[in-house]
C-alpha cells in the first residue's frame, strides 16, 4: 500500500491548471473532480479512505487480502482532503468513505465493491487495470 | 344505604359498604351513640350548636341564600338518610378525594365547617355524608310546593329533634358512662378511622389502576394505528420498540416464506416449465430481498438486536455472522445438492465461495477494529477512578458515536447475503435454483426446528432415576442405548 504525500496531489493540481488554461469550457467541468480523476487513473487502484474508519479499513483488508496493492488516500491527512470530499459528493452524492477507483474507472463505495466483487466483476477489472496476475 | 355507595363510588364517599356505613347510619339517627366521634362530647356539643345557630335562621352550610328560608325551618337531623335516591352531586363535596386525619381533628373540621358558610376541604366521611344528605334534601324538599308537607316534616322532626336532644344531655351529663359504653364508643371509633384507612388504601389503589389503564389504552391506540397489533402483549410498557416491530414483520415473512417454499416444492414436483418455475423462483428471490430490506430499517433503529441475533432462534444465533448466516458456509452446505454441475457452474460456484470468504474476512476485519476502537474509548481514562472525575460523559458521546458505524457493517454484511443469493440465481439452471432456493429453506428450517426441539428438552434433574419414564425426544432414545452399553461394563 503506497500512501500518497501532497506532491503528487500538487502534480495533479497543476495539470489541471494547465488544462482548464488550454481549453476547457466545457459547462459540466468541475476542476476538483478532474482533479480526483487525474488522480484516480494514476494507480491500478486507489482508494479515498479516513485513517478512523474502520470500513475503510475492511475494503484496504478486501484487496490486500486479494493480492491487490490499492493506493490510498487519507483525507483527514491530506492536505487538499477537503476538495477530494467535495469532488467526491459531486460524483456520489454523498462524501461517505470509502469510494475505490480501479483502472482510473468509479467502482463506487464499499456496497458497490461488495457487489462487483460477488457478481464476479471485480477481478476481471482487477486484472484488466494490472492489479491483479494469475 | 346502598343506593347511595353505589352513587358514590369512586368519590370520597362509602365506597366500601363495610361496617363504616353503619356508625354513620346510627349515630346521625342519633339513636345510638354507635361508632362516630360526633357523639361524643365534642359531637354533642356539635349539635347542641347546630340546633342554635339553625333556630336563628342561620344558614349553616349552603351559601346560596335559596335555601335559607328552608333551613330556618327544617333542622337537618332526622332528614340526613332520605329515602329518596341521590341525584345531585355538587362539586362541594368532590374536592377532596381521600379521607384522613384522627378523629378529633374530624370533629373539629366538622364543627366548623358546618358554623362558617363556606364549604371547607372535607377531611372527614361523616361530614361530607352530613353536608351532601342537605344538599340533596334541599333539592328535594325544594321541589314540592305543597307547604303542609313541609310543616308535617318539621312537626315530626322537632319531636325526634327533641329526642335527640335529650338522650345527647343525658350522655353528656352522665359522664361517667359505664364502661361496656365506653369501650363500645372506642372500638366503633376505631373501626371507623380502619375503615377510612382501608378507603383510602383502595382509592389510591384505583387511582393508579386509572392510569395504568390509561397508558395501556394509549399503547394499544398506537399500535392499532400502526396496524400492528400483537396479540401477546410487549413487556416494555407496550410501546413498539424497533426490535419488536422487526420480530413481528420476520415473523410474517417467515409464514410467507413457508408458502414459497411450498410453491417451489410443488413446481417442481408437477415438472412444470421453466418459464412457470422462474416466475415462482423469482417470487422467492424477491422475497429474500424483503427481508433484507426489513433489515435495512430494523438496522437503524435497533442494530443489537440484529447483531445478537435475538431475532432469530438459538441455534441459528449459534451459526450466526455480523447479524445473519454466513454465505459462505451456505454455500458449502448447498454445494453437494445441486449437482449435476456444467464445468462453467462449477468455476462460477469455486469463484463465488471464494469471493464471499474475502468479503466476509474484510468486513470480519473491519468490525474487530471498530471493536478494538470502541473497547478504547469505554476504557479511556482511570477505571478505577470516580466516573465524575474526568470527562465521563464526552467518552459516552464518543463510544455511542462508534456504535453509530455497527450499522453500516451490518448493512454490509445484509448485502454480501443478498448479492451471493442472487448470484446462485444467476450461475444455475432454473430447476437447480429451484432446487437451491428450497434447499436453504429446508436447511434453516430444520435449524428452527432443533432450537425449538432443544428449547423443550426434558431437563438433567427433572429426571428421577434411570428407569423414570420421560418424553421421548430423539435426544432421550439416543441416550438410552449408550447408557445400556455402559452399563454392560
Known amino acids: 500500500m503506497q500512501y500518497e504525500a501532497a506532491e503528487a496531489w500538487a502534480a495533479a493540481y497543476m495539470a489541471a491548471a494547465a488544462a482548464a488554461g488550454r481549453g476547457g469550457g466545457a459547462g459540466m467541468w468541475d476542476p476538483a473532480v478532474e482533479r480526483v480523476e487525474r488522480l484516480a487513473a494514476e494507480s491500478a487502484v486507489v482508494i479515498f479512505s479516513v485513517s478512523s474508519c474502520c470500513m475503510c479499513h475492511a475494503v484496504k483488508r478486501l484487496f490486500c487480502g486479494m493480492g491487490v496493492n490499492p493506493t490510498v488516500y487519507e483525507l483527514d491527512e491530506d492536505p487538499r482532503g477537503k476538495e477530494i470530499e467535495r469532488a467526491l459528493t459531486r460524483l456520489l452524492g454523498s462524501a461517505a468513505v470509502p469510494v475505490v477507483f480501479v483502472g482510473g474507472k468509479l467502482v463506487g463505495a464499499m456496497d458497490r465493491v461488495m457487489a462487483s466483487h460477488i457478481n464476479g466483476t471485480l477481478v476481471p477489472l482487477l486484472k484488466e487495470a494490472g492489479a491483479l496476475w494469475l | ?489
Open chain 2, 1 to 489: 344505604m346502598d343506593r347511595m355507595s353505589d352513587h358514590r363510588v369512586g368519590e370520597t364517599g362509602l365506597s366500601d359498604s363495610g361496617p363504616s356505613n353503619q356508625p354513620l347510619t346510627y349515630g346521625l339517627h342519633g339513636f345510638s351513640p354507635a361508632g362516630t366521634n360526633f357523639f361524643d362530647q365534642e359531637g354533642a356539643a356539635y349539635f347542641e350548636e347546630l340546633e342554635e345557630a339553625l333556630m336563628q335562621g342561620v344558614v349553616g352550610i349552603r351559601s346560596d341564600g335559596d335555601t335559607k328560608t328552608y333551613l330556618t325551618t327544617r333542622p337537618p337531623t332526622l332528614e340526613i338518610f332520605p329515602s329518596w335516591p341521590m341525584r345531585f352531586h355538587h362539586n362541594t363535596v368532590g374536592n377532596s378525594q381521600s379521607a384522613e386525619s384522627s378523629d378529633s381533628g374530624s370533629a373539629q373540621n366538622t364543627i366548623s365547617q358546618l358554623e362558617s358558610e363556606s364549604p371547607v376541604s372535607r377531611k372527614d366521611d361523616y361530614s361530607e355524608l352530613f353536608t351532601e344528605q342537605q344538599q340533596q334534601q334541599q333539592q328535594q324538599q325544594m321541589i314540592p310546593s305543597d307547604g303542609s308537607k313541609t310543616e308535617i316534616g318539621t312537626a315530626g322532626n322537632h319531636q325526634s329533634r327533641d329526642q335527640d336532644k335529650r338522650r345527647l344531655t343525658t350522655e353528656k351529663d352522665g359522664r361517667n358512662l359505664d364502661a361496656k359504653t365506653l369501650r363500645r364508643l372506642a372500638q366503633n371509633r376505631e373501626a371507623a378511622r380502619k375503615s377510612r384507612l382501608r378507603k383510602k388504601a383502595y382509592v389510591q389503589q384505583l387511582e393508579s389502576s386509572r392510569m395504568k389503564l390509561a397508558q395501556l389504552e394509549q399503547d394499544l391506540q398506537r399500535a392499532r394505528s400502526q396496524g400492528l397489533l400483537i396479540p401477546g402483549a410487549s413487556t416494555n410498557g407496550g410501546i413498539s420498540s424497533g426490535a419488536e416491530i422487526f420480530d413481528m414483520e420476520y415473523a410474517q415473512w417467515l409464514d410467507e416464506n413457508y408458502k414459497h417454499m411450498a410453491e417451489l416444492q410443488g413446481g417442481l414436483q408437477a415438472h412444470l416449465p421453466d418459464g412457470n418455475l422462474r416466475v415462482i423462483v423469482d417470487d422467492c428471490l424477491k422475497h429474500y430481498d424483503e427481508i433484507f430490506r426489513l433489515k435495512t430499517i430494523a438496522a437503524k433503529s435497533d442494530v443489537f438486536h440484529l447483531i445478537t441475533g435475538m431475532w432469530t432462534t438459538p441455534a441459528e444465533r449459534c451459526f450466526l455472522w455480523m447479524g445473519g448466516f454466513r454465505p459462505s458456509d451456505l454455500l458449502k452446505i448447498l454445494m453437494p445438492h445441486l449437482d449435476p454441475l456444467t464445468e462453467q457452474q462449477l468455476v462460477g460456484l469455486c469463484n463465488l465461495q471464494q469471493s464471499s470468504q474475502q468479503a466476509e474476512e474484510a468486513l470480519s476485519q473491519g468490525l474487530e477494529q471498530l471493536q478494538q476502537s470502541l473497547a478504547d474509548t469505554v476504557a479511556s481514562g482511570s477505571l478505577s477512578e470516580d466516573p465524575k472525575v474526568g470527562n465521563y460523559m464526552g467518552q459516552m458521546a464518543m463510544a455511542l458515536g462508534k456504535i453509530g458505524n455497527l450499522e453500516g457493517f451490518v448493512r454490509q454484511a445484509d448485502n454480501l447475503r443478498q448479492q451471493t443469493l442472487h448470484q446462485l440465481r444467476r450461475i444455475l439452471t432454473i430447476r437447480q435454483a429451484a432446487r437451491c432456493f428450497l434447499a436453504i429453506g429446508e436447511y434453516n428450517s430444520r435449524l428452527r426446528a432443533l432450537s425449538s426441539l432443544w428449547s423443550s428438552r426434558p431437563r438433567e434433574n427433572s429426571i428421577a432415576t434411570e428407569n423414570s419414564f420421560a418424553p421421548a425426544t430423539s435426544l432421550q432414545i439416543l441416550q438410552q442405548p449408550v447408557d445400556a452399553h455402559f452399563s454392560v461394563f
